[in-house]
């Protein structure tokens, strides 16, 4: 049972590129989730799926995209890369509004 | 919107002895969540704890929903308690963290 797995777990851009990170989770889990965390501070929601189908900003969209490809994965999109995205970025899922179980992070830099 | 404030913001500990993190929060809330970040960034689930107290070894919790404020208890602590615990309330999907209170314990 892995749990919550992104990738990649490092990447590092150039301004103005895009990517995409990956989420998948094998618990079953409804919601999931994606954070980010910057340098000595707590996470901060980006966008959150409550169930296959949906999705809805959180507190700091600007910037990204998200799919909820299947009830298992979760990817979030930068379109054009900036410095100011450069940050550690989790995903999480939960079965209900339940306990959240994270993944490992994936480490961004953006030069 | 909700504001979640953890104290300390700092806590220096010799190894063994026992300490209080708090966490106080300004609105209801569906769920409350205590987790540690340790040392490599891991998150790790510590309590699920929208009210009452649970234990988990060294570990407890309790959370006066009505009072809007939750302690984790470390007792015994180790070197491998060091990390940051953060308080984490759920209202419907929006999640919101606190500060969190970054935690050395020394051996």
């Known amino acids: 049972n892995a749990g919550v797995t992104q990738t990649p777990k490092f990447q590092v851009l150039k301004t103005g590129q895009s990517m995409t990170l990956q989420c998948a989770q094998d618990m079953n889990h409804n919601s999931m989730y994606w954070y980010r965390q910057d340098p000595g501070m707590g996470l901060r929601l980006i966008y959150y799926?409550?169930?296959?189908?949906?999705?809805d900003k959180g507190e700091v969209p600007n910037g990204y995209n998200v799919s909820r490809l299947n009830k298992r994965e979760f990817s979030l999109r930068l379109e054009s890369a900036a410095p100011s995205q450069t940050s550690v970025y989790f995903c999480a899922s939960t079965a209900t509004m339940g306990t959240q179980y994270f993944g490992a992070g994936t480490r961004l830099s953006v030069l | 919107g909700i504001q979640v404030e953890q104290s300390p913001p700092d806590l220096i500990l010799q190894e063994g002895a026992n300490s209080t993190l708090r966490c106080n929060f300004s609105d209801s809330v569906n769920n409350l969540q205590w987790f540690h970040q340790n040392p490599w960034g891991q998150l790790i689930n510590l309590f699920y704890i929208p009210s009452g107290t649970k234990q988990n070894g060294r570990l407890s919790a309790t959370t006066v929903a009505t009072e809007r404020y939750s302690l984790l208890y470390i007792s015994s602590s180790q070197t491998t308690d060091s990390g940051v615990y953060f308080c984490?309330?759920?209202?419907?999907?929006?999640?919101?963290f606190g500060a969190g209170t970054r935690l050395f314990v020394k051996a």
């Open positions: 799926s409550a169930s296959e189908g949906t999705t």
């Open positions: 984490v309330l759920t209202g419907g999907f929006k999640t919101i």
